[in-house]
Structure formats: C-alpha cells, structure tokens
C-alpha cells in the first residue's frame, strides 16, 4: 500500500501537494503544526511491511534533527519503503 506523509505548515504548499497527489484521503497524512505528530502516529499504525511511504523531501519528515532520526527509524523497523518526490533530495 502507497501512503504520504509530510509536516507541512503552509497551507498554500499544503494545497498543492494535495492537488498533485493520485492517493485516497485515507492514504495521506499531513502535519501541520511543529511538535504535533498526531498524523504520524496514527501513520505508523498503519504501515507494514514493504508499505510504500511517499514524501516530497526528507526534510518534510520533521524540522528537527532527533525527530527526523526516530521517524526513519521507525520506518526501518516496520520495513517501510521511503520513496520521495522530490529528486533533489
């Protein structure tokens, strides 16, 4: 299963990242406020083996170093698959 997950507290960058997406509103989770990652747990629930998780930047992950670190962490536990959209990165 494909999922996108970002920490993104622009709404106009939030916007086009929707509108640029062919997932269900089941398969994205969006955080919006730095510190809160209510979408991402309730991400990491859902992830299983082999699951694709599409971002557009790795650091639209997390904006701090330690959080970006656990959540790629998690990510090699559960096997996720890290995928992102912006080539640059």
């Known amino acids: ?3 996108f997950y970002a920490y993104l507290p622009n709404k106009n960058e939030k ?3 929707l509108n ?3 997932l269900k509103e089941n ?3 969006i955080d919006d406020t730095e510190n ?3 979408r991402w747990n309730d991400l990491v629930k859902k ?3 082999n699951d694709k998780l599409l971002v557009p930047s790795i650091d639209c992950i997390s904006s701090e170093e330690v959080s970006l670190k ?3 962490q998690t990510l090699k536990d559960i096997h ?3 995928l992102t959209i912006d080539d640059e990165t």
């Open 1 to 3: 299963m494909e999922y």
């Open 36 to 38: 809160d990652d209510i």
């Open 80 to 82: 996720a698959q890290l």
């Open 70 to 72: 656990d959540k790629l």
């Open 20 to 22: 640029s997406l062919n």
């Open 47 to 49: 992830l299983k083996d």
């Open 15 to 17: 916007e086009n990242v």
């Open 27 to 29: 398969q994205i989770y």
